[in-house]
């Protein structure tokens, strides 16, 4: 079934992914941004527009993808407030424009495994408590609730999927692992630090599953129900993503070793029920495949020299 498709944060290298995806897949897709130059697919429409003004935005849509939202877990220590304005009280104006010009609509919403927090048991399950750590985390979780609660109502249908370390091509955030092993490689980084000995295991998921995930989502979103999804990947150490970086790179990346920090040894996901209730796979989250394709995206290929 194809749809008109609203893909809020569409600028972003989660959101350029999504409407790459929901665009072959043959709907109708409008990426909503703030102000941007990205690049889009030529079948797709480009509105700027507010979160905060959406009703004529929303008036022809089946379904929405709301991606937009601020994400930095670090920064929002120093910026709560922000980060809750921008993610709570956006996600509630979206909210009330589908409800005020577009009941009945589908809504997948794209959340955070910081949800969890650093829980003892691993695998995390969706039936793990959430125990958010940060404002970023429980400005996501606040999100959650309200379209919760708004499904409750019988006037949406929504998902939930709470994503671990998505990668991938296009992402150019250094303060994540990948990127900046990218960088270290491109020479547009010294070096990369990191805590300890790498022995910490974390779930990298590519980009491009993330996005094959909001699809099926957005298939099965019932009206007057909300399910929470775990979208998880490949579980690796990070000296296992070193390694991985150098082979695939062909470059010996620089690695700095901080002392430890108290941080959980491992945080991954269970994402059973994903694959049986939606029948998703991370048929692309492998490691040489997450860094590959972010590397050939980095650099050109014609300067590469690396494997694929």
Known sequence: MTMRVLVTGAAGFVGRAVVRRLCRAGHDVVALVHRTTAEFPAECQVRTADLHDLDDVVADVDGVCHLAGATRVRDSFAAPVEYFHTNVTGTLALLAALDRVRPAARLVFASTAAVYGSSA?????????????SPYAASKHAAEAAVHWQSATGRLGAITLRAFNIAGPGDTDLTRLIPKLIAVSAGQAPFLEINGDGAAVRDFLHVDDFAAAIDAALAACRLGEHRIYNVSGTRASIADVVRTARAVTGVD????????????????????????????????????????????????????????
């Open 121 to 133: 048991v691993q695998p995390i399950s969706e039936a793990a408590a959430p125990n958010p750590q």
């Open 253 to 308: 990346i620089e690695v700095r070793h901080r002392p430890p920090q108290p941080e959980p040894s491992i945080v991954v996901g269970d994402s059973a029920r994903i694959r049986s209730e939606l029948g998703w796979r991370p048929w692309s989250s492998t490691l040489t495949r997450i860094i590959a394709d972010a590397w050939e995206a980095h650099v050109p290929l014609a300067t590469m020299g690396a494997p694929r």
